[in-house]
Nanobody
């Protein structure tokens, strides 16, 4: 079992930056691949970024490539999402998720593959 707690999101102007963090407690964090998803009102939850349990492989949704960076610090049991050049349409509740896996270099993009979820944090980008 692992518990995930996202940092507080916030309100940022278009073009601004925000960094989210997700702290994990429970079992060894390095045994989990992690990902960030988001869900805007009236829309389905969508994949944003993922990182392998080793930290050596990352994958991004096309819409955020070059602007968002996912990283992790296994010693601190924390995964981060640095978001730059934010757009109003990226206002959403952001969730971190974790999946137990033996595969050290695999990133998971399907939300149904994840075992544990944080409570979500609201990010609002004003125009």
């Amino acid at each position: 079992q692992v518990q995930l707690v996202e940092s507080e999101g916030g309100l940022v102007q278009a073009g601004g930056s925000l960094r989210l963090s997700c702290a994990a407690s429970g079992r060894t964090f390095s045994s989990y691949a992690t990902g960030w998803f988001r869900q805007a009102p009236g829309k389905e939850r969508e994949f944003v970024a993922g990182i392998a349990r080793s930290g050596g492989v990352t994958y991004y949704a096309d819409s955020v490539k070059g602007r968002f960076t996912i990283s992790r610090d296994n010693a601190k049991n924390t995964v981060y999402l640095q978001m730059n050049s934010l757009r109003p349409e990226e206002s959403a509740v952001y969730y971190c998720a974790a999946k137990s896996t033996l595969l050290t270099m695999l990133v998971y993009r399907d939300d149904s593959q994840y075992d544990y979820w944080g409570q979500g944090t609201q990010v609002t980008v004003s125009s």
